[in-house]
């Protein structure tokens, strides 16, 4: 078996990238997502669900950052109150 320079490489992935997402699109399940997991899979959605994907990303990292938001009070809450604790207990 020859080895392969880099343009048959990307192309060979590049197939098979084609063919997982079209045989995901035959099965009905979510190509959207496995283009979420797998980022190499974006170039071969439709226009419909790469506008998808980006709402989905977006919605994602909205949660993200309410979520980081979340964390970050109650980090403040606590150190507040551990505060407050050894102010009283002098």
Known sequence: MSKLNAAERKARDNERFS??????????EDVVAYALANKKAF????KAEKHSLK??????????????KQQ???????????????????
């Open 19 to 28: 063919q997982r997402v079209d045989e995901r699109r035959v099965k009905g």
């Open 55 to 68: 709402e989905r990303q977006a919605a994602l990292l909205e949660e993200a950052k309410i979520k980081e």
């Open 43 to 46: 170039k071969f959605l439709t």
């Open 72 to 90: 970050r009070e109650l980090k403040e809450q606590l150190e507040l109150e551990r505060i407050q604790a050894a102010f009283t207990e002098q």
